[in-house]
Every structure is written in C-alpha cells, then in structure tokens.
C-alpha cells in the first residue's frame, strides 16, 4: 500500500497541521520510506509518529504485525529486570502466538494460551510487567491492528524507572529511553519489511 495525504488526513485523521501534511505526502509513500526517510521535511519526524502510520489497518500484513510486536516484547524482556517466572510464562506465551502466526493452531487455541498465561502472571503485579502483559495482550487479539501502537508505547514505558511512570504521557515520550526504544523498534517494524527478518 503507498501512503498518501488523502489517506493520513481523511481517513486517518493525522493530528498534522494540513499543510505540514501536504509537505510529507506531497507524492505518495511506501511503509518503508515512511519509517526510513530523513531527509528533507522528514528528518524531524519521529519514530512514534511513522509508527503511528504505518500500523495502520490496511498497510502491512496481520501477521508481520503480530510477529512484530513478539519481537518488541522480547528486545524489552532482555533490558528489564523481571522474575524468572514471568519471562518463562511470556517466552511460552510468544511460542503460541508465533504458532498462530504460522497457521498451525486455531485462534481459540491461542486464546487458551493467553487464558494460561494470564493465571501463571497474575501474582506479578509491578507496572513494568503489567505494560508487558498489555504488549501480549494487543499480540494474541483477534483484530490485531485495534491498538498495536499502544502496544509498542508499553514495550517502551517498561524501560523507564518505575518513579517515572504515573507522569503524563507527553513526559514519559519525551525521555531518552522511550525515545531510544521507539527508534529500535522501527528498525525491527524495517527488517520485516525489507524481508531481513521473516515472519511466516
């Protein structure tokens, strides 16, 4: 799908001045160079806003998608301090979904699996682990495009010291470590898309 003003400001109601649109979409784009472009107009665009479009219904695949909110989950698994017990029940909990990815489990299946994994989690209860457990969630949901950028935002906000997490949420993305992480996962969102990192 090639992204166009059209799209962004009447369907998607892109919070964009218009004209600042207009700039950006002047010819239509690629979910690539939407995520990848620097140059120009684009070069202070960030990482949370090319998320914000290309995760949109009706660009990339449900799929790669899920795939894709797996692997935020598990780079931010690797830089968080958490229980033995809960990164067990997630790497679990990833398999499955990663099975229904590949067509070869039901979604009822996967359903049940997230049933399991939310009793074997239920006595972690720290934020951390409970924006986890929501990047999870949004993964093995059955229309998967209803709030995948939420979940990318949790996998970010669980790097950020618990001190700082109840404050507004235009404070918490303008933290480096939320910053940082956001742009780590677009280079992931680019490897799938650039077909480095396959899905199916």
Excluded at 125 to 143: H, M, P
């Amino acid at each position: 799908m090639r992204i166009t003003y059209r799209t962004v400001t009447w369907s998607w109601y892109a919070c964009y001045d218009p004209a600042r649109l207009e700039q950006l979409y002047r010819t239509s784009k690629t979910p690539l160079q939407v995520l990848t472009k620097i140059d120009g107009v684009w070069k202070d665009v960030p990482a949370i806003d090319r998320l914000w479009t290309v995760l949109h219904k009706g660009v990339l695949e449900a799929g790669l998608v899920r795939s894709f909110l797996c692997d935020c989950a598990q780079e931010t698994l690797k830089k968080c301090k958490v229980p033995q017990g809960f990164k067990e029940a997630c790497r679990i909990f990833i398999r499955a979904i990663r099975t229904f990815i590949k067509g070869k489990i039901p979604y009822l299946q996967l359903y049940a699996a997230r049933h399991r994994f939310y009793e074997s989690t239920l006595r972690y209860s720290s934020y951390k682990l409970t924006f986890l457990k929501d990047v999870l969630a949004n993964a093995s949901t059955s229309d998967i495009f209803t709030y995948p950028l939420s979940a990318v935002k949790s996998c970010a906000r669980a790097l950020i010291p618990n001190g700082d997490l109840m404050s507004s949420e235009i404070s918490i993305q303008s933290r480096p470590e939320f910053q940082a992480a956001m742009k780590r996962y677009t280079q992931l969102l680019v490897r799938y898309i650039e077909g480095k990192r396959k899905w199916q």
